[in-house]
């Protein structure tokens, strides 16, 4: 709990942290066809309705990213009912907010946070009106101000997470407890039978955390390495690429060793009929760190109802609500508590220790985005041969 | 047999025959040519910036040379492994159904049949792959019951195996084959099977030397229609395959997915389609100079009798 | 259809058939039915070697199906089936000395000439590629078809097609060739022409042909023996004169040219037969199941009636005379045809040679008589007139 007193320097480290696809890019096509999420008969508004007008308001969000109930409520008391597309990389996202130049019909996005500069300079997001945020102030101070948002011009923390793994206990007998546990174990008990994250920058992130170099790391050198680790070394012992490993690997027992972030995993071990067999790791000697935002689109025709949309979750009740759901933390404060207090499952899992929290940091976008594409690129092309 | 001796009928004559082609024409050159054209165009452009997909200030070759790297060329191996493998199981398994389908089924039957053939085609092709991983995982169907049954005393897990990528492709495809081959089979004329018979050829050396023979373009059709769809697919191998399911596609969405640049993925676009269709010449050019090279002696040994000349 | 190739075939041809029964057809008490329907019941037939045999009847009657039991496409539901003396009702097509001349003829589109000819010798073993060679050259050139050797079937004439579906079942040298109408998609001219090629070939040969055929000139012009059946039986096999003259049953004698029938009842101790308007002669009795006046079917050929002028007012009532009009003349060929009305209701058909008498004008009043050695008489039960025969 006490995590927050030290998130702020924690969770501001100068940087911004690379697009993180939260579920498959297959997991995005299976849902690709605009599914409303959402039909809650729009009927009489709340009495605590600010009267917006809007029938619907258009979200393009990573996917299985807000609870359906919450949603649901939403709609009864405010009348809006929400919309979600998905999408699989903030640089999908981006790519289509930019050449819809304003026409794109979303309302609401979730960039990560070191996205948001460019795409406020970018003119893609319009500027919060804080007096329609009156639930702002239950935003754990942690969690606002970002240096990639002074002030929360144009964001509002939805969820924040790391990256670990999780692993099958009957197959691995031992303790894993870093990164360099995760690749002994890949190439020993659970080679074959491990899946990574599908995101290059994730991928690539693991040896510069064990290496303590810079996740983000455009030392050539240091790719390099990762090149020569990745493709020769640990390729042949993956079995799959799979970013979402707890909506059916973990319950079905697919993989042995599974690099995973922690509202996936939580939701995963939740799932499975045997609990105590898999063990969650956040490794060492360091682990990624990321928040992902509510934005309002700049030419949305209904900003008064997105307002009343972020203004609304931001409520700790139906925080917890969609705490409990993606297995993120939401950053509203008391949440915590208030999970505690309702017994969720795997609590820890979501709120991770304050000492965890001293190993996380963010990435940055940088010119190496391309070379850890090209790396995991032939990473998939030799464990496939 | 003598069927096409007969001119267009004159009301036909008056219709510029060009006319009749336009729709399909317009259609190709909006869906296809000029698709095809805008990735060409792009493929000689470039990523200018993190947040731009593609730009054609410069005009390169540049993308190409990225495009045919190592990695490329080992996804592609893998891929055309799949690729090749999957059209010949398709085949195989396609052939004697649509023989017997076509042959020993009774006409009032037979739709019966095909309805049953395109049952999978009924749900979205994505859910009923991803129906499969459920299916062969170690928690799976599969496993419980070969467990149960005390085959096995080890939860097995047949996915992510390229058995498994396998069996998905041919799930997902067989239907492709089998119809093209239902048709051109059905087309060949039941008489000719007979005379065959009463010339002295068993049922092995007929479908050898008449069936197959009249139902080679459907058999080719079969063939594209099978593996220029699986060439392209990543989805069923990625689905099945996992990390053993990388193919060529893959590489291509995740230009244009991940990395945001248009460019190298229209570049590896284009090297993929002039790849595939390379494979597809060599490989009609190869079936060509076999049937050629097991036919020649039989066509010497009756060439010239038309001139009277000796053998 | 000459040269040393052609002597060849007819001497291995005879050599195959000589003797022991090879190119025998036996058919014994084979029943065939589809779906319930029977379609063959009950049939025996036996062919001589290096007979020609046709199997005439009406559409449906259930020839194919009885040559497709030989060639080996049906099996017959019980009954037996031999060829040169050995049952084979068990055996696959292709295992059977017997070759088939289809309907559609049946070429294999993407093979020449040539190789459709060649395809028979090249499913057995041990012929060498030089004797195929020879071989097909051989049947080239008895068919006359070796300018097109090379061609492939769909453009060939429909006569030129089926020459080349003869050469590749002859080649074959089997000890029976089955034809299944082989020249119904033919023109008259070429048709008549091809019949007397094939019977050459045939009598050249020495092959056994079972030759199908609804055509009843055909089967009569052709034959060493004619079959005839209806719904799947024979009615009467016997070579085409006695099919003519002696017709089996009313139905026979229908199909096989033309007749004149009356309907009528036995008189005078099976002497006479009383039919409406007259009085018909028999040249000898006939004797009918049980007593009184039996019903029975009588038939006279039209080339057996002669036609006489008469005085409008004649009417003699004399026996095998019956009075009418000519209500029309046509001349075939050589023969003046009439049609007389009977005044007591026939319709009578009569045909003369053109030379014997003078043309009767329509509406002249005439007397057509013919004798008692001319006269059929059949049950009255039998099937009426099939209307292919009437149609001839
Ligand atoms: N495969 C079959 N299934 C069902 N009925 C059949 C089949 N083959 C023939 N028949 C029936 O059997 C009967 C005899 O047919 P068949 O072909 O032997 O006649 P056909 O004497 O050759 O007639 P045609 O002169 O018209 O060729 C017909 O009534 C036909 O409908
Ligand atoms: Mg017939």
């Known amino acids: 709990m006490n995590h927050h007193d030290h998130t702020p320097r924690l969770l501001a480290p100068a940087a911004r942290v690379a697009g993180l696809p939260r579920r498959t890019f297959l997991a995005g096509l299976a849902a690709a066809a605009s599914v409303p999420l959402l039909a809650a008969c729009g009927g009489s508004k709340g009495s605590g309705g600010s009267g917006s007008a809007a029938a619907e308001l258009r979200a393009y969000s990573w996917s299985a990213y807000d609870d359906p109930k919450v949603l649901a409520d939403f709609a009864a008391k405010y009348g809006p009912k929400v919309l979600v597309d998905s999408y699989s990389s903030n640089e999908e996202m981006i790519a289509k907010l930019a050449a819809a130049k304003g026409t794109s019909g979303y309302d609401i996005v979730i960039p990560t946070g070191v996205f948001v500069p460019q795409m406020a300079a970018n003119g893609l997001l319009q500027e919060l009106d804080h007096a329609k945020l009156p639930n702002l102030a239950n935003l754990d101070k942690a969690f606002q101000n970002q240096e990639w948002d002074q002030g929360n011009k144009y964001t509002v923390t939805k969820y924040w997470g790391t990256t670990g793994f999780v692993y099958d206990t009957r197959v691995v007998k031992r303790d894993l407890k870093t990164w360099d546990d995760f690749f002994d174990a890949a190439q020993k008990e659970a080679s074959g039978k491990t899946s990574l994250v599908d995101d290059p920058g994730e991928i690539c992130a693991m040896l510069c955390f064990a290496r303590g170099w810079h996740q983000s790391t455009t030392d050539k050198a240091q790719l390099d390495q990762i090149e020569t680790f990745l493709v020769d070394t640990l390729a042949r012992h993956i079995a799959a690429f799979d970013s979402s490993p707890g909506s059916s690997a973990i319950p079905q027992g697919t993989h042995a060793l599974m690099h995973c972030w922690n509202g996936d995993a939580r939701r995963g071990i939740l799932a499975s009929g045997d609990q105590d067999r898999w063990k969650w790791v956040l490794p060492g000697p360091k682990t990624n760190l990321w928040m992902d935002n509510w934005a309002i689109v700049k030419g949305s025709a209904n900003a008064d109802a997105a307002h009343e949309l972020i203004n609304y979750v931001l409520d700790p009740a139906v925080a917890v609500k969609q705490v409990d759901f993606v297995g993120y933390g939401s950053g509203v404060t008391g949440s915590e508590e208030e999970a505690k207090k309702l017994k969720l499952g795997l609590i820890d899992m979501i709120f991770p220790s304050a000492e965890q929290l001293t190993t996380m940091y963010t990435g940055v976008i940088n010119e190496g985005q391309e070379r850890r594409m090209a790396i995991v690129n032939k990473m998939k092309a030799k464990a496939g041969a | ?311 | 259809m000459s040269s040393s190739a052609t002597r060849h075939a007819v001497t291995s041809a005879r050599r195959a058939g000589a003797g022991d029964g090879t190119g025998s057809v036996e058919l014994r008490s084979v029943r065939k039915s589809f779906g319930g329907v029977t379609v063959v019941q009950d049939l025996d037939l036996s062919v001589n070697p290096g007979e020609f045999l046709s199997l005439l009847g009406p559409s449906g009657c259930g020839k194919t199906t009885t040559l497709r039991m030989l060639a080996g496409f049906e099996q017959p539901d019980s009954g037996e089936v031999l060829i040169s003396g050995a049952a084979v009702q068990h055996l696959p097509p292709h295992k059977r000395d017997v070759n088939t001349v289809f309907q559609s003829y049946a070429l294999f589109p993407h093979m020449t000439v040539a190789a459709n000819i060649a395809y028979g010798l090249r499913q057995r073993r041990g012929i060498d590629r030089a004797e195929i060679r020879s071989r097909v050259s051989e049947a080239l050139d008895m068919v006359q078809m070796t300018r097109f050797a090379d061609r492939k079937p769909n453009r060939l004439s429909g006569g030129q097609q089926q020459r080349v579906a003869l050469a590749r079942a002859l080649v074959n040298r089997p000890s029976v060739l089955l034809l299944d109408e082989p020249l119904a998609a033919l023109d008259r001219k070429l048709r008549e022409d091809m019949q007397v090629e094939l019977k050459l070939l045939q009598s050249r040969l020495g092959t056994t042909f079972v030759f199908v055929t609804h055509d009843q000139e055909e089967a009569l012009s052709m034959s060493d023996r004619v079959a005839v059946m209806l719904n799947g039986r024979i009615e009467q096999i016997a070579d085409p004169y006695t099919v003519y003259e002696r017709p089996a049953t009313a139905f026979v004698a229908g199909f096989i040219g033309q007749q004149n029938f009356f309907d009528g009842t036995v008189a005078d101790g099976g002497r006479t037969i009383e039919i409406d308007g007259g009085t018909v002669l028999l040249a000898e009795p006939v004797t009918t199941p049980g007593s009184g006046a039996a019903a029975v079917r009588v038939a006279v050929r039209p080339e057996a009636v002669a036609v006489a002028e008469a005085a409008p007012d004649e009417s003699d009532g004399s026996a095998n005379a019956l009075p009418g009009t000519v209500a029309a003349v046509s001349l075939l060929g050589d023969v003046l045809q009439y049609v007389v009305h009977a005044d007591a209701g026939h319709e009578l058909l009569a045909r003369v040679p053109r030379r014997q008498a003078g043309r009767l004008a329509e509406g002249a009043r005439v007397r057509c008589s013919w004798a008692p050695s001319d006269v059929h008489v059949f049950p009255a039960e039998a099937t009426p007139r099939a209307p292919i025969g009437s149609a001839k």
């Open chain 2, 1 to 311: 047999m003598s069927s096409d001796r007969r001119g267009p009928r004159a009301a036909w004559r008056a219709v510029p025959s060009g006319l009749l082609a336009t729709p399909a024409l317009a259609w190709i050159a909006l869906f296809f040519v000029a698709p095809v054209g805008l990735v060409f165009w792009y493929s000689l452009g470039r990523k200018p910036g993190l947040y731009q997909t593609h730009a054609n200030d410069v005009l390169t070759l540049d993308r190409y040379r990225e495009a045919l790297g190592d990695t490329f060329l080992t996804s592609f191996a893998g891929t055309l492994r799949i690729g090749l493998a999957g059209t010949a199981l398709c085949l195989a398994i396609g052939l004697p159904f649509a023989y017997w389908l076509a042959v020993k089924v009774r006409p009032h039957r037979r739709f019966v049949v095909l309805a049953l053939v395109l049952v999978p085609f009924w749900t979205n092709f994505l859910i009923r792959t991803i129906g499969w991983q459920v299916v062969l995982s170690p928690e799976g169907f599969a496993s419980r019951a070969m467990q149960s049954l005390g085959l096995i005393d080890t939860p097995f897990s047949m996915l992510f195996t390229r058995g498994a990528v396998l069996l998905g492709v041919v799930y997902n495809y067989l239907p492709m084959m089998i119809l093209p081959l239902y048709v051109a089979l059905d087309r060949v004329d039941g008489s000719l099977r007979e005379a065959s018979k009463d010339l002295g050829a068993n049922r092995w050396r007929t479908a050898l030397q008449v069936t197959l023979p009249l139902a080679r373009p459907g058999i080719a059709a079969g063939l594209l229609l099978v593996f220029i769809p699986l060439m392209g697919d990543y989805v069923t191998a990625a689905v099945l395959g996992g990390a053993r399911g990388n193919m060529v596609g893959q590489l291509v969405a995740s230009q244009f997915q991940q990395a945001q640049n248009w460019a190298l993925g229209s570049a590896m676009a284009v090297v993929l389609i002039v790849v595939i269709a390379l494979t597809i010449l060599a490989t009609a050019a190869v079936g060509a100079a076999c049937t050629w090279l097991l036919t020649h002696r039989r066509r010497r040994e009756l060439a010239g009798i038309a001139e009277g000349s000796p053998a």
